[in-house]
């Protein structure tokens, strides 16, 4: 199974990455297979790239599925 994960960091005046944040979905969705949770990544992608556009500092963006590990 696979979840989403966003990794967003903050780039500084002279090109270098200053700070980064790895996210992962508040509600904990999972997905079966990895094409349904791709599909709902490019979502998640547009959504926070939304959101990003707004602040007056330069981010990148990542947006992936990545395994889910069982933690029994």
């Known amino acids: 199974m696979f979840k989403i994960i966003a990794i967003v960091c903050l780039v500084g ?3 270098h990455l200053l ?10 969705r999972i997905f ?11 979502y998640k992608y547009n959504q926070i790239a939304e959101i990003l556009k707004r602040s007056e500092n330069t981010y990148t963006l ?7 590990v069982d933690t029994i």
């Not at 990542?62 to 889910?68: A, G, I, P």
Request: hydrophobic share 20%; charged share 35%; aromatic share 4%.
């Open 62 to 68: 990542k947006v992936q599925c990545e395994l889910e």
């Open 13 to 15: 005046y002279n090109g």
């Open 19 to 28: 700070e980064c944040t790895r996210m992962t979905e508040t509600d904990k």
């Open 32 to 42: 079966h297979t990895q094409e349904a949770c791709i599909e709902e990544a490019g």
